[in-house]
């Protein structure tokens, strides 16, 4: 391996995923290991340079071939400090100097930004967003985030909060309460939770569904209603219809505010695929500014599961332009 590799760590809720990927964004060696966020923020980070040091270990890499270390986090970061400031799905990771942290254990340049980022990132760079400017990529999985890149550029805003999509108040008034503390945020309305929830609501207001019958005994999830949907299920069809509405109209203020060319949507939900895009599609379609809506196209992601490993990568690229061609 003659030019320099990196490594892109996507830390989430339940999974540290760790790759080794290439100034081409090739994944070349991936690896997983648990979060175990319950045992506070330390442990997870020696779960993640345990991650780092096995991935090395089992393909024989030695750390003069690692350029440096990229890290995507679900969250508020500063990536100028290399400094987590809070992961609302993680307790207790407030002002974590991850970045530092991980050179000083590893001997690395590290990276950290938010993970959404991460992913814009990755699929600007080598997926769905290859060759647009205006990027607008979201995810929709437990909570709903955003990656913005305007002209090019990634955009982080002042306190490097830009892109809080899944807080963008879509109710003024009841709904549930959101993670943040508000009340009427888009997340509360179209997140895997929230599918859950109006699946719930559903069995709960006596409609039987197929979804209610693949769960089992077992929880009902996402995925679950989006098959009892391809099964041509009605009320599951009803409940993607729903959250497809809401993500429409969420996109259509920032199609409104931003003009992006291209939205991207990934995260576990966007797998239900046309399920999910055609509601979006169609809500976004009637209710942005025709001007706006020239040219716009709504796409899955590229990238998949690996978009904030590659996209964290690059955060490590960045660091080493000499030593590679792509950054
Ligand atoms: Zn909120």
Request: proline fraction near 3%; charged fraction near 20%.
């Amino acid at each position: 391996m003659s030019a320099k590799v990196n490594i892109g760590v996507d830390l989430g809720g339940t999974d540290i995923k760790v790759a080794v990927v290439d100034c081409e964004g090739a994944v070349l060696y991936s690896d997983c290991a648990p979060t175990e966020a319950h045992r506070g923020y330390g442990h997870t980070i020696n779960n993640i340079i345990r991650a780092i040091n096995n991935i090395l270990q089992k393909n024989n890499l030695d750390i003069s071939q690692i350029g440096g270390i990229g890290v995507g986090c679900p969250g508020q970061v500063d990536p100028e400090k290399g400094l987590v400031k809070f992961l609302p799905n993680i307790p207790g990771w407030i002002n974590i100097e991850l970045a530092d942290i991980l050179e000083k254990e590893l001997g690395l340049k590290a990276g950290v930004d938010n993970d959404v980022r991460c992913a814009a990132l990755g699929e600007q760079k080598f997926g769905a967003g290859k060759g647009y400017n205006n990027i607008v990529c979201i995810t929709v999985g437990t909570g709903i985030g955003s990656g913005i890149i305007m002209n090019g550029k990634l955009i982080r805003g002042a306190n490097s909060c830009a892109g809080e999509i899944g807080h963008m108040i879509l109710r003024d008034t009841g709904g549930k309460f959101c993670g943040c503390g508000n009340t009427g945020c888009f997340e509360t309305l179209a997140s895997g939770p929230s599918i859950v929830e109006m699946a719930e609501n559903y069995i709960m207001g006596g409609k039987s569904s197929k979804f209610k019958e693949l769960a089992g005994d077992g929880p009902i999830t996402p995925e679950l209603v989006a098959r009892a949907a391809g099964f041509g299920d009605e009320v599951a069809k009803a409940i993607f219809k729903q959250a497809g509405y809401w993500i429409g109209i969420a996109l259509t203020n920032v199609v409104n505010l931003l003009n992006p060319e291209i939205i991207i949507i990934g995260g576990g939900v966007a797998k239900s695929g046309n399920l999910l895009l055609e509601p979006i599609r169609k809500t976004v379609r009637e209710r942005a500014l025709k001007t706006a809506l020239e040219n716009l196209q709504i796409v899955e992601a590229q990238l998949g599961n690996d978009a904030g490993m590659i996209g964290a990568s690059l955060l490590a690229c960045n660091n080493n332009k000499d030593t590679c061609a792509a950054g």
